[in-house]
């Protein structure tokens, strides 16, 4: 469907697992897509949220009862070092967007608006249905998956129809998402005579290369199965990243199996979301799906020494705590609403992980720290 073409004439039908369904007006593309159905608490950053790699294979529900207010950047534009300019990746990642209600764009950046970005990319959209009642569903029964369909206002789907779909897909575990957001090859962000960190890329956000970046270190980034190299270019690595993603870290074999290489544990490390599950993992210790995950701007984070800390969070598996005690790691910081952890630390000093997002966008930067103690051992190595 073009952008142009009168939105106001299509429905949209929302249908999870167990038979609720919702019905509202659609907007974006035409089409019919399956996914997880998840929400986000977020009241702002729906460009960088929408293009976040750690939301590939679900529908995403914002609770903030109106979107579109600010529009969406030109797409396509890169920054001097190549990284998409106003989203964390290249890409809708999304399968489905789910909101309450939608407004016409005021912004003088705005190069778009949040419908028309939708139907360029392909992405079905629903508003005006009650997103407090499908939030209050998932929070009961948990993470669902669904069917979202966007089509003309006489062609409504049956519940049949949109249950034998949702029947006939992948379940979300099953899904294998890393040949779609991990780079192919290996790609240099370079800053002559600066330390250099390796990525290991499972979808890694722009923002989090953007904060090694912009504190003076150079970036290689590696497709999630690669083997860290001792060198590049005849260059040293000095340290190493392992960042967010989608999908169950259970099911990303070849990068733990990489994180347990002895070259490979002796650099210092930094997990981030998904890495820091990754970690966890290629010490001995296990994860377990959240009932609904932790998504939005305003999680809080305790650290030992008493800090207090709002982070932006989105991850649904968590590191289960009992599991930690043969593999060396120590809980360093803990989610206080459920007790999850948090963060995680190794007695070398060489590890540091921490399950929300220090980078922000979107969100607090609070945990930005995080990033310069880590940066200071990889400067002690260099």
């Known amino acids: 469907m073009a952008p142009s073409e009168a939105q106001d004439e299509l429905g949209g039908s929302l249908f999870l697992e167990g038979g609720l369904r919702f019905d509202g007006l659609g907007f974006g593309a035409r089409s019919r897509r399956v996914g997880e159905v998840v929400f986000t608490t977020g009241m702002v950053g729906y460009p960088e949220s ?48 789910i909101v309450r209600g939608i407004t016409d764009p005021h912004h003088w950046r705005s190069g778009q608006s949040l419908p028309d970005w939708l139907a360029r990319e ?6 005006g249905i009650d997103t407090r009642h499908l939030t209050e569903h998932l929070r009961n029964v948990g993470v669902v998956r669904g ?20 029947a006939a897909a992948r379940r979300y575990e099953e899904e294998r998402f890393m040949p779609e957001v991990s ?11 600066a330390p250099l960190v390796a990525v290991l890329d499972c979808g890694v956000k722009a923002s989090i290369l953007r904060a090694l970046l912009d504190r003076g270190a150079a970036v290689l980034r590696l497709p999630y199965d690669a083997t860290v190299p001792d060198r590049w270019e005849g260059r040293r690595i000095d340290g190493l990243l392992v960042g ?46 959240l009932k609904f995950g932790h998504r939005g701007q305003n999680k809080t984070v305790l650290f030992p020494d008493g800090r207090a800390l709002i982070v932006s969070e989105n991850h649904g598996y968590a590191v289960d705590p009992a599991s930690l005690g043969p ?34 966008h979107p969100g607090p930067q609070e945990a930005g720290f995080v990033f310069d103690l880590f940066l200071s ?3 002690r190595r260099a």
């Open 50 to 97: 929408l293009t976040d790699p750690s939301f590939r294979g679900q529908i995403l529900t914002f609770t903030y009862p109106l979107l579109g207010n600010y529009g969406v950047p030109p797409s396509g534009r890169r920054d001097p070092d190549g990284l998409p300019e106003g989203f964390e990746s290249g890409e809708i990642q999304v399968r489905g967007l």
């Open 122 to 127: 392909g992405v079905p959209g629903i508003r």
């Open 147 to 166: 069917v979202v369909e966007v089509y003309p206002r006489d062609d409504r789907p049956s519940d049949e129809e949109l249950a034998k779909r949702l």
């Open 183 to 193: 780079p192919k090859a290996p790609t240099l962000v370079d800053r002559p005579g």
């Open 244 to 289: 967010n993603g989608p999908g169950d870290p259970a099911l990303l074999a070849p990068t733990v199996e990489e994180l347990r290489r002895p070259s490979t544990r002796a650099l210092p490390t930094l997990g981030i979301c998904l890495g820091h599950q990754l970690l966890a993992l290629s010490r001995g210790g296990t994860t377990f799906k």
């Open 327 to 360: 593999t060396g790691l120590r809980t360093w910081a803990t989610n206080p609403d459920d007790g999850t952890v948090e963060g995680l630390r190794d007695r070398s000093g060489r590890l540091l992980a921490l399950q929300g997002h220090p980078e922000g």
């Open 377 to 379: 051992k990889v400067r």
